[in-house]
């Protein structure tokens, strides 16, 4: 976005950091403060429960001036994807060093919000540039006290010039015209979540009341001045014993909302007379990272829906987010919402999104900025960052997961993030195919592809309810006949063919499935190819069949070579500790390992397998399951423990390209 120029000061009594002049802190005169609260009729708002929160009467919401710079601070430069260039403060010494601070509002009787942008310079990226990650302070002026909402990152400044207290003390002791102001309110301090770029500068607020979610509590035994907050208030381990549910700064209430999810304690700091609410992390700034433990999907779905109802009656309500800038980042920058920042449609649209996760109503897609373990989906104006290992507690394997629902995810991404996030990920749209993984509630991946004659489905599931009517809507409107390909006779490939009974059914040569069963199976082999008929790019698709034996004797593999994507059901096993199980000898699956790359080597850029839940897998992890297959075939003393019984284990290969494979004792 585009910045206002540096103001100049007003005038010679603005007040630069760490002039001799600038005043002692003192109270007021509580008295008349009392008196005046009294006339303006502003009262603590009750939070209490599911209840909703009701504004007190004859108040309204006024509107937020976001980008009024506060005079002696500095704007910040941005690229055209919303990130600082460089340092972000264009070429410029910043006086603040890290910080810069905006005025957003002033209530009815004269209090004042305040924005603190934190930026802290990065290492260079993949293309050489430099940028910063900003972290965004709320301060809230009371009557009494002021209270800062979060502390950002630990970036270097120097102690009583440019640090972040010294930034609080000059705002709050300074008038909108940058003149001094008498007998300015002191701060305390309030913590949204346990992340250290909202935490980095605590241990300098000594002497200050520190208020710190309770769910969120560190290990280790922190200063007197905390004191642990949480919505219902009550008792607890921490602290003095007992939690606090409302900050009380003079004329201004701010009521503690549990927003938990992105962490544990992750806390929300609500001034509902005035209709905004400081939220961190948890809600995101546009989009939420929400693919930690401690975001399940099906458990922040609730927390969404419950803060609807709490904030609903607040007209205007905004989220102040702990990310400010990256409000203007990626599709959220342009029309229609133009940067605009979170109100109650961006939690209702946060909802939104979580269920289409859930029940598989929208189509989430690859998260290029953390890696393939995450994908994240729209609601309309937020975007929710989610795994498909975290729907629901327990994960895959934990027994929560509603039988009826499928996920999916559409590859490649077609929301563009900005270079340095996506480039590395080009090849996967060379994909046009209109690819769909299909995640069941538990471990099981299906993959729907396009073409312009025929669709197809690699496997039909464990048997769950709903598959087929599940895959009928995605085609919906395609006018297209689904075929099915099983790539094995595994129970988790062939368990739902009874809900596509009348289409065709590709299988194995060596299939022990009947055809007096299936009066439409079609027996394929080496050197068979699928014909699908044109993909989106006008491109032919006619999928090789390659099969690999060792997981079964019947195993299939088959490859796209125009997208240049294998898709390798069991036969190749699954990425990571669950790995591969032989059936056979592990010499006779060298043998049939080492035939099979012969055939398709270098000519794929990914892989997906039936079990792995990731966007991609890339080729390197057939080279570590050789690299295991050679070390076993070579020295018996490569195996180790496997996690199966009557089995032993070969691994290799790290990260994203670790192989397991699990091998009978005896063979």
């Not at 709490?310 to 133009?338: C, D, E, F, M, T």
């Not at 060298?590 to 397998?609: C, E, M, N, P, V």
Request: net charge neutral; aromatic share 8%.
């Amino acid at each position: 976005m585009t910045y206002p120029p540096f103001p100049d000061p007003v005038d010679e009594h603005t007040c630069r950091p760490g002039d001799p002049g600038e005043p002692a802190l003192t109270r007021r005169n509580l008295l008349a403060l009392a008196a005046a609260v009294s006339a303006t009729g502003v009262v603590g708002a009750s939070f209490g429960g599911d209840a909703a929160v009701a504004r007190p009467r004859g108040t309204r919401a006024r509107p937020l001036t976001l980008e009024r710079l506060v005079p002696g601070f500095l704007p910040i430069v941005e690229d055209g994807y919303g990130n600082p260039i460089g340092d972000g403060w264009g070429g410029r010494v910043n006086p603040w060093g890290a910080y810069t601070a905006h005025r957003i509002s002033i209530t009815p009787s004269g209090l004042r919000t305040w924005r603190i942008d934190n930026l802290l310079t990065g290492a260079p990226r993949a293309d050489g540039s430099v940028s910063s990650q900003d972290s965004t302070c709320w301060l809230f002026e009371g009557d009494e006290r002021a209270l800062l909402v979060d502390t950002a990152q630990n970036t270097p400044e120097t102690m009583g010039v440019n640090d972040l207290a010294s930034v609080c003390r000059h705002l709050l002791g300074h008038r909108d015209n940058g003149t001094v102001k008498k007998d300015p309110v002191d701060f305390d301090v309030a913590i949204s979540h346990s992340h250290g770029d909202h935490t980095g500068k605590v241990p300098q607020m000594t002497g200050r009341t520190v208020y710190y979610p309770d769910l969120d509590w560190p290990t280790a035994t922190p200063p007197a001045n905390w004191v642990p907050v949480r919505e219902d208030g009550g008792p607890t381990t921490h602290g003095n014993g007992s939690t606090v549910k409302k900050i009380d700064l003079g004329g201004r209430m701010i009521t503690i909302v549990a927003l938990y999810g992105h962490t544990p304690g992750s806390t929300g700091y609500l001034d509902a007379e005035n209709a905004m609410i400081a939220t961190g992390d948890a809600l995101g700034s546009a989009f939420v990272w929400a693919q930690f433990a401690s975001a399940t999907t099906s458990t922040y779905l609730p927390m969404l829906r419950r803060l609807e109802r709490k904030l609903s009656p607040l007209r205007g309500i905004v989220l102040l987010p702990a990310h400010y800038l990256q409000l203007s980042k990626y599709g959220r920058g342009k029309p229609p919402l133009n940067g605009r920042i979170g109100d109650l449609r961006y939690v209702q649209d946060m909802a939104r999104a979580a269920e289409g996760a859930l029940d598989g109503s929208i189509a989430a897609e690859p998260y290029h900025h953390v890696g393939r373990e995450a994908v994240w989906i729209g609601g309309g104006s937020a975007r929710l960052v989610y795994s498909l290992t975290n729907l629901y507690p327990g994960g895959p394997t934990g027994g929560r997961g509603v039988r009826r629902n499928y996920h999916r995810v559409e590859i490649p991404a077609r929301y563009a993030l900005e270079p340095t996030s996506d480039a590395p990920y080009a090849y996967l749209q060379n994909i046009r195919t209109d690819l769909t993984m299909i995640r069941d509630y538990a471990t099981r991946s299906l993959f729907l592809m396009r073409g312009s004659s025929r669709a197809l489905l690699i496997g039909s599931g464990a048997g769950t309810p709903g598959l087929a009517d599940f895959v009928r809507r995605l085609l919906r409107g395609t006018g297209l006949e689904l075929d099915l390909l099983l790539t094995s006779d595994d129970a988790d490939q062939v368990g739902g063919l009874k809900q596509f009974a009348g289409h065709r059914i590709h299988v194995s040569a060596g299939s022990s499935l009947s055809g007096r069963r299936y009066r439409d199976l079609v027996r394929v082999g080496a050197g068979d190819r699928i014909d699908l008929g044109r993909d989106t790019a006008r491109r032919r698709v006619r999928l090789e069949v390659h099969p690999l034996t060792g997981h079964a004797t019947e195993g299939l593999t088959v490859l796209d070579p125009v997208s240049r994507v294998l898709y390798a059901g069991d036969a190749l096993g699954t990425q990571g500790p669950a790995g591969l199980v032989l059936s056979s000898s592990l010499a006779a699956f060298g043998t049939a390992l080492a035939s099979w790359r012969s055939a398709t080597d270098g000519r794929y850029d990914t892989l997906y397998t039936a079990h792995n839940h990731q966007w991609f897998t890339r080729p390197g992890y057939v080279d570590s399951l050789a690299t295991a297959t050679a070390a076993g075939l070579a020295d018996d003393r490569a195996f180790v423990a496997s996690s199966l019984p009557g089995y032993r284990a070969l691994t290799a290969g790290t990260a994203d390209v670790t192989a397991w494979i699990h091998v009978p004792v005896g063979r």
